[in-house]
């Protein structure tokens, strides 16, 4: 009983198992490729990083385009509650001008009468 026992042990004890050969011969084609698919495990992982803060990227830009558009609508909307302010000031800015060119003409009217009647009072003193 102690050998068969002993050969049972054998059998089902796979540290002392020996691979054959043609079993090493067939065993390095497989770790070949088993080293081959890490390798492209490795780079499809490395992909997915870059493909990571791609995205990442984007957000970031998506956002800023978001805050752009937003500020652009903010300028937009003060822009429209200006303008009628901006021509209220020109309109009044315009009726200040002509009331000044009128006072100018009104001066220059005053002027040349003030002229005129110096030309007239220098044309009665006799000269010496």
Do not use: C, W
């Not at 020996?18 to 081959?36: H, I, T, Y």
């Not at 990083?49 to 903010?74: E, P």
């Amino acid at each position: 009983m102690g050998a068969i026992k002993m050969n049972l042990n054998r059998i089902f004890n796979f540290s002392e198992y020996e691979p054959r050969e043609s079993s090493r011969a067939v065993d390095q084609p497989l770790n070949q490729l088993q080293g081959q698919v890490n390798q492209i495990q490795g780079q499809v992982n490395e992909s997915q990083l870059q493909i990571t803060g791609l995205q990442k990227s984007i957000n970031a830009m998506q956002s800023l385009i978001d805050t752009i558009i937003y500020r652009q609508n903010d300028i937009l909307v003060l822009l429209q509650q200006e303008i009628p302010l901006m021509r209220h000031d020109f309109a009044r800015m315009q009726f200040q001008f002509e009331h000044f060119r009128s006072q100018q003409e009104q001066h220059d009217s005053e002027i040349m009468d003030i002229a005129a009647l110096m030309d007239e009072m220098l044309q009665q003193i006799p000269e010496a």
